[in-house]
Nanobody
Framework: QVQLVESGGGLVQAGGSLSVSCAAS????????MGWYRQAPGKQRELVAH???????IYGDSVKGRFTISRDNVNNAVYLQMNSLKPEDTAVYYC?????????WGQGTQVTVSS
């Protein structure tokens, strides 16, 4: 069983930066796509960004130009650098990975942006 372990997150003031990381528990287990979703209280889970194994990226409209996703295929990790954070970015951020038709999810890490 492969697990995704997230780290990072926390509390930051509006306009600040934060990063979150996610690593798979098995190193030599390649994923087709890795990425991040987020869920704020009372809202549906939404795509933040994802990146394919060829490093093609897709971003949610609300984070374009502010967030950057990257991955390390050797260490099976995915990273999210978040800049110019806004209070509306406050949410639990979930790491996501997909291999063929199987999806994997992390436990989530809280990101809070104060105004």
């Amino acid at each position: 069983q492969v697990q995704l372990v997230e780290s990072g997150g926390g509390l930051v003031q509006a306009g600040g930066s934060l990063s979150v990381s996610c690593a798979a528990s098995r190193r030599f287990f390649s994923f087709d796509t890795m990425g991040w979703y987020r869920q704020a209280p009372g809202k549906q889970r939404e795509l933040v960004a994802h990146i394919t194994h060829t490093e093609r990226t897709i971003y949610g409209d609300s984070v374009k130009g502010r967030f950057t996703i990257s991955r390390d295929n050797v260490n099976n990790a995915v990273y999210l650098q978040m800049n110019s954070l806004k209070p509306e970015d406050t949410a639990v951020y979930y790491c996501y990975a997909q291999r063929s038709s199987t999806e994997y999810w992390g436990q989530g890490t809280q990101v809070t942006v104060s105004s």
